[in-house]
């Protein structure tokens, strides 16, 4: 399903996120939305406080492959607000999950920005699983890092893409840095 293909009157939300990677919290949160909306759009977006470790493609790559089952998710990515983004497709109901109390000041903050920029646009919270309160992407690229991959936190795929990443990380080539290459 192509997202400029959805029929006049489905009901679509977005789910927003960097992703970096996807994790089953993640994954938890996209089939229990999934199940409220005729569509759901899963949109990588820059997080200017985060820099990623996996890149815009990787990152959808991997969530196209954790939701190759559930037809109704379509995955995209955006370079840009998402208040615009939600304005180029027609979407106004945005779905965020939420952990116990470290997410809230963010998530809050977020919903009332992206709503002063858009009056039309609805955040809608979901609380996440219990099993997953306290699972974020960060900390599973701390444990990777260290060469920790405890079972159950992301798909064997993406573990298999961090077990790759952490084992030969990319050498940047002065060119790619700006720099001269000289110590
Ligand atoms: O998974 P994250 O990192 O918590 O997701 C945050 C994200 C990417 C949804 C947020 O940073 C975002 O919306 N980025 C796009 C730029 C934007 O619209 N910023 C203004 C937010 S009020």
Redesign the pocket.
Known sequence: MSIASFPPGTRVACY?????PVTNGHLDIINRASGLFDYLVV????????EPLFTTPERVQMLEQSCRDIPNVVVDS?D??????LQKKGIRIVI?GLRPIS?FD??F???L??KR?NNAVETLFMVTSTTYSYLR?SLVKELARFGSFPPGLVPVHVETKLRERFRAPERQTPLETGGSGLA
């Open positions: 927003p996120g960097s992703f970096d949109c990588v977006l820059h997080n200017p406080g985060k955006y840009g607000l998402l208040v615009d983004y965020k997410d963010f998530e903050e977020q919903a920005m992206n920029l992407s």
